[in-house]
């Protein structure tokens, strides 16, 4: 059966990569005793797929991660368990059972949802101000340093929402797909403005022309469509 | 530390995983309820500390008991050291964030003369006088153990105290007695606290000893400097592994680290006897474990750690006289688990090929043997005890079991050693070449040949000996390299010049502290890492120290000379070593004493412990004795 996890990151986890959750996870499921599937071939492999990765230093309200099991297990209880053996800072939302034909979670969600706060908020209006000239412009150019040299990406069409939240925090969409993501550190610093802020990914979702729908959406009957309340949410 | 500052640091650094002490069965014990409070140190990188099973078994120990606690510290990586250093910072405990002037005891690990120079980095970012001398009241106890304890003289001037042998027992007993110093106030008595610790069996206080030299710049003797104090220390060893301590609940590392599994060990000890191991000699005697514990523990740390392999640790595990009884067991009752079975040390014998065959369902990977000589006559100086049918045998059954890839360790520069020697190396890897590619047609069998300098070592046969000079070890190398060229051959070789910094400091007296000084405030420090070696900063420092490193590494030494280390007693008896010594002139071998003759090493009768085997469908326990 597959069960598809939807948990937060925060605390001192945020300072774990991709690669450390991995092992993390691998090694919380064998300590609760779940009766992973594996794959097939010399190195077997427990069948786990994860979201969108979250660079180092993020906190999270909205992760997920796809697990294949070899047998019918209860979600409920696999929460517990699995929660009773995840170190300090993550913690379980949902575990839901997903069809086994699901597309996978990198193939389907395409945006991500950030805040971000200040540790000496700059003025609303100001903050306004910045927010409404970025989506005034029809193309914002970043520089990306890669392997092979630093290349120019046109950020804005990635630049899904943008608004101003009370105490001058910023909430953002912004895209995350196979295809192309966007960084908010990349959005903020375009925008002009300095930290020291901090970043938390506040939603994964899925884009159904204005709708938004969260991975957990996906699999329950009846479909519920987030509307374009994403920024009116948090 | 406060928290937020702490935080603002990791997000600074390359790692952070490194630092943040909040790892599966991390130990946060509260510290008004443990009064008595030790960081363990490792003077290396994280990576390579939390692989070391010492480190586990102690933290365990330790924080197992009420009124006691253990943190962790490591070195920092050079990003966070240069943090430390910009932000005045100090270095601190992993767990709760401390400077580590606020433990009452610093442990550091001795395993590598390499972390010499690291030890002093830590002791100066963490804001402590580099030598004890040096310390007031407030300052921590700072013993060192591990295997560099079987000769610390080089290092003794920057330690309290040390411990010599197995320390699941002799550390709590030491952090008792700390606490109950503590409890009466009289802790910053410093001299006082260390001739307590001095009486303590198993621990040596180095600065209550004094050393005499004679003209020639030799030891004449290592004395106390007063009355009351013991006049040799005795290595502490458990006699009964089955009724010591071991970790179930090891920490289990975010970051990936150097050997990252389970840790199960089967024995401790060696009987082999080869002639250059000082492992083999300072770890006897040889105490199994029980099999039905080892299945039992085996159990626990799958259910406590989540890790996907065991690997069954000691210096020889296929001596282990139940281990294929127990890795079959673990490979059948795992398998399904994802939980795979690994041997990382294996004698080169068809045996030991089964056995990694019976357990490993992966054949990708390497399969290594160590032969250390080219030679069957070199073989028998250092009493390797396998013979070239022995290795021809077993890296056929290698390559019969699927196995394409060969890894041949040896030893260059061994006493005795001649060209023809060296050659037997070449010939020995193109016969093993060649034999892989009749047994395993259709494949790409692969030797590599890896050979490091040979490091006369303390407690050996072998501690009279020179260490090659540098050009004789680089001629050697070339000679090899030229000749181990081709398809299916390769040939790595460790840097000469670590090889003899090791041999300076591993035979040294107190004099080298001034150079371990000199070379780390030229900037040594991590030097196990090639990327972080700097031999000019060696040179240097015994340019301006006045001392001759040949003195040390380089020198033939007369048979009654008198070591830095002859005061300590690691069981081995120097009468012993010199019969082996002479034997291995002669060509002659010495039988392994887990056959049921003793050999007289002298160390069961001298610590009063006996070779504790477990039986088994091989041998049969060793009873006899001469
Ligand atoms: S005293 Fe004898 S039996 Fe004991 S370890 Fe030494 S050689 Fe072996």
Redesign the pocket.
Request: aromatic share 0%; with cysteine.
């Given at each position: 059966m597959r069960l598809r996890v939807k948990y937060s990151k925060g605390g001192r986890a945020v300072f774990l990569g991709h690669l450390e959750m991995l092992r993390l996870w691998q090694r919380a499921m064998r300590r609760a005793g779940l009766p992973l599937a594996y794959s097939h071939g010399f190195n077997p492999h427990p069948r786990l797929a994860f979201g969108p990765a979250l660079a180092v230093g993020i906190e999270s309200l909205a992760e997920y991660l796809d697990m294949e099991l070899t047998m019918v297990l209860d979600p409920a209880g696999v929460k517990e368990k699995l929660q009773a053996e995840l170190p300090a800072g993550l913690e379980l939302l949902l575990v839901f059972p997903i069809p086994d034909q699901a597309p996978a979670l990198t193939a389907i969600i395409d945006a991500a949802a950030y805040r971000v706060a200040w540790e000496e908020p700059p003025d609303q209006k100001f903050l306004q101000q910045k927010a409404e000239a970025l989506l005034s412009r029809p193309v914002v150019q970043v520089s990306r340093p890669g392997k092979d040299g630093t290349r120019v990406k046109d950020i804005r069409p990635g630049v899904f929402q943008l608004a101003v939240k009370p105490e001058a925090t910023l909430a953002m969409l912004l895209e995350c797909s196979s295809r192309g993501v966007v960084r908010p550190e990349e959005v903020v610093s375009t925008m002009g403005l300095e930290g020291p802020y901090r970043v938390t990914r506040t939603g994964l979702f899925i884009r159904q022309g204005d709708a938004l729908l969260a991975p957990e959406s996906i699999a329950a009957t009846e479909i519920k469509t987030a509307g374009k309340g994403l920024l009116a949410r948090d | 530390m406060q928290d937020s500052d702490w935080e603002k640091l990791l997000t600074r650094v390359a790692k952070p995983a490194r630092y943040l002490g909040t790892e599966w069965n991390a130990i946060h014990k509260d510290w008004k309820e443990n009064p008595v409070r030790m960081a363990f140190v490792y003077p290396d990188l994280y990576e390579v500390g939390m692989s070391h099973l010492g480190l586990a078994i102690l933290y365990g120990a330790v924080n197992e008991r009420p009124g006691m606690l253990m943190e962790r510290a490591f070195a920092p990586g050079p990003d966070l050291e240069t943090l430390l250093r910009e932000e005045h910072l100090p270095l601190f405990s992993l767990e709760s964030h401390r400077p580590l002037t606020d433990f009452d005891v610093l442990g550091f690990t001795l395993q590598y003369e390499m972390s010499y120079t690291t030890i002093l980095n830590i002791l100066d970012l963490a804001g402590i006088p580099l030598k004890a001398s040096e310390r007031a009241p407030e300052h921590p106890l700072v013993i060192g153990g591990g295997p560099g304890v079987a000769n610390p003289e080089p290092v003794a001037p920057f330690f309290d105290a040390f411990l010599l042998g197995d320390g699941e027992e002799a550390l709590p007993e030491l952090l008792a007695l700390v606490g109950r110093l503590k409890k009466e106030g009289a802790i910053n008595d410093r001299r006082r606290v260390l001739k307590v610790i001095a009486n303590l069996p198993g621990f040596y206080v180095p600065s209550l000893y004094k050393v005499e030299y004679n003209s020639d710049g030799t030891v004449a003797a290592v004395i106390p400097r007063e009355e009351g104090v013991p006049e040799r220390i005795v290595k502490r060893v458990i006699p009964d592994l089955d009724a010591a301590y071991f970790p179930t609940r090891p920490i289990v590392p975010f970051l990936e680290v150097i050997h990252d599994r389970m840790m199960l060990e089967v024995m401790r000890g060696c009987?082999r006897g080869c002639r250059f191991c000082q492992a083999g000699a300072i770890y006897?005697?040889v105490r199994e474990r029980d099999l039905s514990i080892l299945l039992r523990q085996a159990e626990e740390l799958v259910r406590h750690t989540g890790h996907e392999e065991i690997s069954l640790t000691s210096l020889s595990t296929a001596d282990y006289s139940r281990v294929e009884e127990l890795a079959r067991a673990l490979a059948a009752t795992y398998a399904d688990q994802g939980v795979s079975v690994s041997l990382p040390s294996l004698r080169v014998d068809a045996f030991s090929v089964r056995l990694a065959e019976a357990v490993q369902r992966v054949r990708k990977s390497t399969l290594t043997f160590a032969p250390e000589a080219g030679s069957q006559r070199l073989r028998d100086v250092i009493n390797k005890g396998v013979n070239e049918e022995d290795i021809l045998t077993a890296t056929g059954e290698a390559f019969r079991a699927g196995w394409q890839a060969i890894k041949l360790y040896f030893m260059l520069g061994l006493p005795t050693e001649r060209e023809e020697d060296l050659l037997g190396i070449v010939d020995l890897a193109r016969r093993i070449l060649d034999q892989g590619r009749k047994l395993a047609p259709g494949g790409k069998p692969a030797v590599t040949v890896s050979v490091s300098s040979f490091v006369p070592k303390p407690w050996t046969a072998f501690q009279w000996e020179p260490q090659d000079r540098l050009e004789v070890i680089k001629e050697k190398q070339k000679l090899l390299r030229s000749h181990l060229k081709g398809p299916g051959l390769r040939f790595n070789w460790h840097e000469a010049e670590v090889s003899f910094i090791e041999a300076v400091l591993s035979r040294g007296d107190r004099r080298l502290s001034k150079a371990i000084v000199a070379a780390w405030r030229r900037g040594a420090r991590l030097e196990g890492w090639s990327e972080y070696f700097n031999y000019g900063c060696w040179e240097a420092a015994f340019r301006e120290t006045g001392l001759d490193p040949a003195f040390y590494a380089c020198r033939l030494r007369r048979e009654e000379e008198v070591f830095p280390w002859d005061h300590l007693d690691f069981g081995i008896a120097k009468d012993f070593l010199k019969r082996e010594r002479r034997r291995a002139y002669e060509g002659r071998v010495t039988a392994d004493?887990r056959s049921g003759r003793?050999?007289?090493?002298?160390?069961?009768?001298g610590l009063g412990v006996d070779?504790i085997l477990k039986g088994g469908s091989r041998d049969s326990a060793v009873t006899g004795?001469i």
């Open positions: - | 009987t006897r005697p004493c003793c050999t007289g090493c002298g160390v069961c009768p070779l004795k």
